[in-house]
């Protein structure tokens, strides 16, 4: 080939006519954000593939309560595709517990609580809860879903994840709309475990909870799986394995209904766990197990009905982890 001047001669021609030139490869990708692959000192390969979408701006936040506008708190709830494991190694579980608005909270206890502590009490049994969630050792994630800002808000301050509860129509809406922001895309096998717990357990143990949660990943035949209440009528936990949906049906006669549904009843002697309080015996029984020190605190009060009551003692002892001085009779055994 001939030289001319340094240049091929076809070069020289597309020096000479601008219109036999090539279009700068450069400017071909600009309009999709791609650069060409290329070598050389500076060059990153990430410039050489098509970027993600952009991401949205973060949410605003309610400047009172530190709760999104879009119903989350600080820390993520979606797209988040670390799979947390626990000391054992083991995949952990995300817990999600649904709250109502207080001013609807636990309605059968209406009659047999005084007005005035009715909320403050289904509150602190569902702090208490969430407390001894994210006590559980094989739990990476607690979250909150819940249309009420002031639960959302004590919740946050726990270190709860919070989900602001959009469709506001129940429980099992709330938990089945936390589910799909919960769980991050991708391959169903990494997915951690999602289990919904219920939010009125105030006597809950943190080691109760966690060996249910093994239980629901034992053996290769559970799918989902379920504990009952002390009744044996209602559920306390679902828990369905990774990759497989959560599809809860609380309500009444939730133990066979979790059970037509293709759900596994977990058997274990777990009485903190299945001891949820609907009735004001139901709140005597958990005393007798041991309450949480948010709720303990309300019986101290004095304005909860309980049967024996609690006489007034100087003696107060700090509760775990908290250093909340209690009665020791609301976190033990009641009377004798």
């Not at 708190?73 to 608005?101: E, F, H």
Request: hydrophobic share 45%; glycine share 10%.
């Amino acid at each position: 080939m001939t030289i001319t001047s340094g240049f091929t001669r076809m070069t020289a021609k597309r020096r000479q006519n601008p219109s036999l030139r090539r279009a700068n490869p450069t400017s071909l990708y600009r309009s999709k954000a791609i650069m060409p692959a290329r070598t050389g000192p500076g060059y990153r390969r990430d410039m050489a593939r098509e970027p993600a979408e952009h991401p949205s701006p973060p949410a605003p936040l309610d400047a009172l309560d530190g709760v999104a506008e879009n119903g989350r708190s600080n820390a993520p709830v979606r797209g988040d595709k670390t799979v947390r494991t626990v000391q054992d190694g083991t995949v952990s579980w995300t817990v999600i517990l649904p709250v109502k608005r207080l001013e609807v909270a636990k309605s059968r206890l209406r009659g047999a609580v005084d007005p005035a502590v009715h909320e403050a009490l289904a509150l602190a049994m569902a702090l208490d809860t969430v407390a001894a969630a994210l006590a559980c050792r094989v739990a990476g994630r607690v979250v909150v879903v819940s249309a009420d800002r002031a639960v959302g808000a004590a919740a946050a301050e726990l270190g709860a994840e919070v989900i602001l509860d959009v469709p506001d129509a129940g429980l099992n809406p709330a938990l089945a709309y936390a589910a799909t922001l919960v769980r991050p895309r991708g391959s169903a096998a990494s997915l951690p475990g999602v289990a919904a717990l219920t939010a009125d357990l105030p006597a809950l143990r943190p080691d109760e909870l966690t060996a249910a949660l093994r239980a629901a990943e034992a053996g290769d035949t559970i799918r989902r799986a379920f504990v009952s209440d002390a009744a044996g009528t209602g559920t306390v936990l679902l828990a369905a394995r990774p990759g497989i949906g959560l599809e809860p049906c609380f309500g009444a006669g939730s133990a066979a209904a979790h059970a037509v549904s293709g759900a596994m009843m977990l058997h274990g002697d777990w009485p903190s766990l299945r001891r949820d309080v609907d009735t004001a015996d139901d709140l005597t029984e958990a005393v007798r197990i041991g309450l949480g020190p948010r709720t303990g605190a309300l019986v101290l009060s004095g304005a909860l009905p309980l049967e024996p009551a609690l006489d007034p003692v100087p003696d107060l002892v700090p509760t775990e982890p908290t250093g909340v001085l209690v009665d020791p009779r609301a976190i033990g055994v009641l009377g004798g």
